[in-house]
């Protein structure tokens, strides 16, 4: 069993997101990420599939050129290679899930630029 918080040691970043790894699993990565209202993260795209839930706050996550409302609550799956962008539109926590296969590395380096 692995255990994990996604309101535990929370951190807001004051430019970029926060990216943190809860935990990983035989078959996947659980990732928080935590913005602030109105930071961003700029398009990109994964090389695997991918899960979003909005845990807490709202976020104007863009896919292919449209923008959809999620809040608290929401969940949304995402194939391989889909465009998508992030934008909080409160203060979020947003819980990410990817393929084992997938690396961290490039979730930090989205939150970065």
């Known amino acids: 069993m692995k255990k994990s918080s996604l309101t535990e040691h929370i951190t807001y970043n004051e430019n970029k997101a926060a990216i943190s790894v809860l935990f990983e699993t035989e078959t996947t990565k659980e990732i928080r990420i935590v913005m602030k209202k109105d930071q961003v993260m700029k398009e990109h795209k994964t090389s695997f599939p991918i899960t979003v839930e909005i845990f807490e706050g709202a976020i ?54």
């Open 60 to 113: 104007n996550f863009g896919v292919n050129g449209n923008v959809y409302n999620l809040v608290k609550g929401d969940l949304v799956a995402l194939e391989a290679s889909v465009p998508h962008d992030l934008v909080a539109a409160k203060d979020s926590i947003v819980r990410l899930t990817l393929s084992k296969l997938d690396t961290v590395d490039s979730v930090i380096k989205v939150s970065e630029s």
